[in-house]
C-alpha cells in the first residue's frame, strides 16, 4: 500500500495495494512453517519525481506517476518482451548463493545449496531493475542484467517529463546509484577488500 500524507500529518490518498515479492512457502527448523522469496522475482518500485509519487511492479515495464491527491498523472512505458527462466538459469542461482556463503564449514554449504536447488523460479526475469528521478526532472530507470550475461556497466534508461526516451546511460560498474544531480552521480561502492566509499562522477548532459 502507497499512501500520500499532507504536510501537516492529515492522510490525503492512497495508490492502492500492489504485489511486493513472489513467495512460496517453507518449513524451517522444528518444523516451523514460513516463507521465502521466489529466484528473480518481481519487485515494488516507488519513489518522488519531482511533485509526483511514482510506482512501478518490476515484472512489467511500466511506471505510474500520481499527484499528491492521488490521481495518476502520466504513464511511462517501454516496448518489452518478457524472457522466460530456465534451467540455466537456476544453476546461476546456485552458483551465485553458493558465492555468497564461500566461507561457511562444507556441511551449511550443502544445505545452501540444497536450499537454493529447492527454490522455485519466477516464470520470467523482471523486465527492469531499479528507478531514480534526477534533479533536471528526468527518469532513470536502470535495466535488469539477465544473469551470466554480464554487461560492461550498469545500464539505464532516461525518461523525460513527459515519459518519453532521452537516452542511455552507463554508469560505473560497482557503483550503487544514490543520487542523480544536474552534473553529478553519487554513489556507494565496495571494493575487494570489503571497504566501503562514497563517490561522485561528473554527468555531462
Known sequence: MVEIWNGDGTFSASLGQHPFREVYRVVGPGG???????????????????????????????IKAFRVDGTLARIVR????PRATT?????????????LWADVPAD????????????????????????????????????????????SAPLWTVFDRAGRV???????????VLEIGDDYILGRTVDDLGVESIQVWPLER
Open 32 to 62: 516451523r512453517p514460513g516463507v521465502a522469496v521466489v529466484a528473480y522475482s518481481m519487485d515494488l518500485v516507488t519513489g518522488l519525481w519531482g511533485d509526483l509519487a511514482f510506482v512501478g511492479v518490476t515484472n512489467r515495464y511500466e
Open 78 to 81: 517501454r516496448e518489452h518482451v
Open 87 to 99: 534451467s540455466r538459469d537456476r544453476d546461476h542461482y546456485v552458483e551465485q548463493q553458493l558465492a
Open 108 to 151: 551449511q554449504r550443502q544445505q545452501i545449496r540444497e536450499a537454493a536447488e529447492a527454490t522455485p523460479l519466477a516464470k520470467t526475469f523482471p523486465a527492469f531493475r531499479s528507478v531514480l528521478a534526477d534533479a533536471a526532472g528526468y527518469l532513470w530507470v536502470r535495466e535488469y542484467d539477465i544473469p551470466g550475461e554480464v554487461r
Open 166 to 176: 532521452l537516452g542511455f546511460v552507463e554508469t560505473p560498474s560497482r557503483l550503487l
